[in-house]
């Protein structure tokens, strides 16, 4: 089984940054893509940003310019840098990384718990 934890999120002012990052544990034998959701109350889960396991990204529009992810493979890791963040930023953010537990297995989808990102005066 693979567990995802996230960490990071909490209350910042507008304009201000925050700095998220969710591990993976258990039985992995490859991390393909990774990514970041988001789901503020009464809308769908909307993709933040993705990387792939090369490090190609892509970032919705809300995201580009302002938010960074990045991953650290040898960690199991990926990271969300939220910078100039806006009230409409604020929602549960949730990690996803698509593992592959052994090399001849499927590749399945792993979910973080989901981290509560306010952002208010």
């Known amino acids: 089984q693979v567990q995802l934890v996230e960490s990071g999120g909490g209350l910042v002012q507008p304009g201000g940054s925050l700095g998220l990052s969710c591990a993976a544990s258990?039985?992995?034998?490859?991390?393909?893509?990774m990514g970041w959701y988001r789901q503020a109350p009464g809308k769908e889960r909307e993709l933040v940003a993705s990387?792939?396991?090369?490090?190609?990204?892509n970032y919705a529009d809300s995201a580009k310019g302002r938010f960074t992810i990045s991953r650290d493979n040898a960690k199991n890791t990926v990271y969300l840098q939220m910078n100039s963040l806006k009230p409409e930023d604020t929602a549960v953010y949730y990690c996803?990384?698509?593992?592959?537990?052994?090399?001849?297995?499927?590749?399945?989808?792993?979910w973080g718990q989901g981290t509560q990102v306010t952002v208010s005066s």
């Open positions: 996803n990384h698509q593992v592959k537990t052994r090399s001849w297995g499927p590749t399945s989808n792993y």
């Open positions: 258990g039985t992995i034998f490859s991390i393909f893509d």
């Open positions: 990387i792939t396991i090369n490090g190609g990204t």
